[in-house]
């Protein structure tokens, strides 16, 4: 658990396609967050069932992915 915990905090060993989706739709989906703070209030809960809550745990299942083959390619 404590290896998962060290490869989750760090970005430089990361697939590629695990860094796209860090460094563009996660911004995305905090632009839009704050706007549902700021401006559409009435879409604030919407948003965070739907889109934020679902992008944390697609976020959490890309992590395991990726930690899982880069241990199962250290193993072989």
Request: with cysteine.
């Amino acid at each position: 658990m404590i290896d998962f915990l060290k490869y989750w905090l760090q970005t430089s060993i990361k697939p590629i396609w695990y860094k796209i989706w860090r460094y563009i739709a996660f911004p995305v989906i905090f632009l839009m967050w704050v706007l549902c703070i700021g401006v559409f209030q009435d879409f604030y809960w919407t948003l965070s069932l739907y889109v934020i809550l679902p992008a944390i745990v697609l976020d959490l299942i890309l992590n395991l992915c990726a930690y899982f083959l880069i241990e199962k390619k250290k193993n072989i």
